[in-house]
């Protein structure tokens, strides 16, 4: 299996500041075939599912404000909110599909209002 | 606008069967570019991919539940079930259906998600 590894587990930004948020593969995701990083990250509100955010490590999802981006290659990712809003408390996900058996998720990390 | 939409029991006794049933609106389930996926959540833990099917009935299935679960497709009415066996407290979670955009061979992210629906395993 390849275990995504996240970090860190939670962290509290200001409004209007950077949020950073890691995400880490125990083995290259990196297809050379194609230079695709088989990566997508989401987002999760309370009591709702998740919402694809970036897939291919670094592409926005239609409607997806800019202020999110990815960026990475290889086993290390990361997912920028560049300007953190309220409505951006969540906790996100990144997920690997670099391998089918089995597809897996990263443990999560909780973004606050500092 | 493509929605799903999760049924089935909020509770089921230990060592019997989960079933879900997932019914797709505003799409088909026999678009020859997905994957239907389920995936579940235990209470205020993250998210573990159970299985995936095509409308023609291929499947791929984690490793760690396959021999416990089954999943199948009506296409005639939208819909992609699950069932798994022999459940125990720890199938304890939400469990989300999603549509899984794919590759040749290979299963890619989930762009559309159910709302999901608590599952308890409890006597």
């Known amino acids: 299996d390849i275990l995504m590894t996240q970090s860190p587990d939670s962290l509290a930004v200001s409004l209007g500041e950077r949020a950073t948020i890691n995400c880490q593969s125990s083995q290259s995701i990196l297809l050379s075939s194609n230079n695709k990083n088989y990566l997508a990250w989401y987002q999760q509100k309370p009591g709702q599912p998740p919402k694809l955010l970036i897939y291919w490590a670094s592409t926005r999802e239609s409607g997806v404000p800019e202020r999110f981006s990815g960026s990475g290659s290889g086993t290390d990712f990361t997912l920028t909110i560049s300007s953190l809003q309220a409505e951006d408390v969540a906790v996100y996900y990144c997920?690997?599909?670099?391998?089918?058996?089995?597809?897996?998720f990263g443990g999560g990390t909780k973004v606050e209002i500092k | 606008q493509l929605q799903l939409q999760e049924s089935g029991p909020g509770l089921v006794k230990p060592s019997e069967t989960l079933s879900l049933t997932c019914t797709v609106s505003?799409?088909?389930?026999?678009?020859?570019?997905?994957?239907w996926g389920w995936i579940r959540q235990p209470p205020g833990k993250g998210l573990e991919w159970i299985g995936s099917i095509y409308y023609s009935g291929s499947t791929y299935s984690n490793p760690s539940l396959k021999s416990r679960v089954t999943i199948s497709t009506d296409t005639s009415k939208d819909q992609f079930s699950l069932k798994l066996s022999s459940v125990t407290a720890a199938d304890t979670a939400v469990y989300y259906c999603?549509?899984?955009?794919?590759?040749?061979?290979?299963?890619?992210?989930?762009?559309?998600w159910g709302q999901g629906t608590l599952v308890t395993v409890s006597s």
């Open positions: 997920q690997q599909y670099y391998s089918t058996l089995p597809l897996t």
């Open positions: 505003g799409g088909s389930i026999s678009s020859s570019n997905y994957y």
């Open positions: 999603a549509r899984q955009t794919k590759g040749t061979g290979i299963l890619y992210y989930f762009d559309y």
